[in-house]
């Protein structure tokens, strides 16, 4: 969980949120989030539509009042402040460029309305449309642009201002995956070198755990859980991080044995340690979810050593690796997934071959069963 703001993480940082609540009629978007974004810090604020993450973000520019709680950008609190008082640049979903504007005038929009000197503003777009590698496109107009170009044009829109914070609203979803991840590394390029704070709204977990320094976990208007994209990834705070993030098994275990630091699951004949935190409270023998990632299994002969054995019901060809679908009853929840690197696994495991299961352990988590 978050933890509240404290006066001098709100100093040192570039973005604060404390304890802000959100309401839109009977319905609370924010419950009393609290979040500090360091400077420099490339924020993704992570989690499925209606968990509260683009209200947070349209708090923070201005578009939205919060109803508690207060904002601080750079210091300064601006809860009651207009949108063009806080020098935050915003990239938004669909672009928004200006169709009769040129290149260079949709990106010298946000200077000429701060009424900066002609000769500085040329210069200014010269440099951000150089810096997203359009030079030489100042006079197309967006409908002449693909859309990985017109996406440039919208960055380069929001860095020209020089802002103190730049804010993403999922920009990169209406691009192909290929266009896609190249902008990605492009961006986080851009934003390191600029040591630029950003807060990045998304939905893709692969895409939040590729680009961020840290990432918030959101559901139901709160922040489950704020950590590295490492931390996120290997050891989620509860079951819903386990669950959203990433692909993954869960499997029906008991629970052994229990400490303040690791806890003991038997699963089939096998038994595995996990980090004990989040079973802390539960007893011995009670039943537990185990959440596997689908790489910490491996596939063996059914007569090997192995925690499971189950029979091999789907395949999927990925190019780097296979995807392979075991129906085992035993696991407590039908269906596992299992990733094998390369294509082996394709011919040596066919549709119906009856396989063990073992499970490397490091980097699993337990829950109490529910």
């Known amino acids: 969980m978050a933890q509240p703001v404290s006066s001098t993480a709100q100093h040192d940082a570039a973005v604060s ?26 924020m993704t604020l992570l989690g499925p539509s209606g968990c509260g993450k683009t209200t947070l973000l349209k ?73 997203v590698k359009l030079k030489g496109m100042e006079d197309r107009k967006p409908r002449q642009l693909s859309g990985g170009q017109q996406q440039r044009v919208a960055l380069a829109r929001a860095l020209v201002i020089n802002p103190t914070v730049l804010l993403l609203d999922e920009p990169f979803s209406a691009l192909d995956k290929n266009l896609r991840a190249s902008m ?55 079951r819903f991080v386990a669950s959203f993030v990433g692909d993954t098994n869960r499997l029906r ?52 050593p192995c925690a499971l054995t189950g029979n091999v019901v789907a395949q999927v060809y990925q190019g780097g690796h296979v995807d392979l679908q075991v129906e085992c009853a035993a696991s407590g929840y039908d269906r596992l997934l299992v990733r094998s690197s390369g294509d082996q696994a394709m011919t040596l495991w066919p549709l119906g071959a009856k396989v063990g299961i073992s499970i490397h352990s490091d980097g699993c988590s337990a829950f109490p069963a529910e």
Request: charged share 25%; hydrophobic share 40%.
């Open 184 to 238: 990605q590394v492009e961006l986080r390029e851009i934003q390191r070198k600029l040591g630029l704070t950003t807060i990045f709204v998304t939905h893709d977990q692969s895409e939040a755990l590729s680009m961020s320094d840290r990432v918030a976990v959101m559901s139901d208007g709160r922040i489950r859980q704020l950590a590295t994209p490492i931390e996120i990834y290997r050891r989620p705070s509860d």
């Open 59 to 131: 708090l923070a520019a201005g578009f939205l009042g919060p109803d508690g709680g207060s904002i601080s950008i750079d210091g300064r609190l601006v809860n009651d402040m207009p949108t063009y008082k806080r020098e935050i640049g915003m990239m938004f979903q669909n672009y928004a460029l200006f169709p009769h504007m040129s290149v260079a005038e949709n990106v010298a929009y946000g200077l000429k309305t701060r009424r900066v000197p002609k000769q500085e503003c040329y210069k200014r777009v010269a440099d951000a449309l150089a810096l």
């Open 253 to 304: 275990g008991t629970l052994v044995s229990v400490s303040s630091t690791d806890a003991l699951i038997a699963l089939g004949t096998t038994q595995l340690k996990v980090p004990g935190e989040s079973l802390s409270g539960a007893g011995v023998a009670a039943p537990v979810d185990l959440f596997v990632r689908p790489e910490q299994l491996r596939l063996v002969g059914a007569s090997e």
């Open 17 to 42: 949120f404390d304890g802000v609540t959100k309401r839109f009629g009977d319905v609370t978007a924010l419950n009393d989030v609290s979040l500090s974004i360091r400077r420099g810090e490339f």
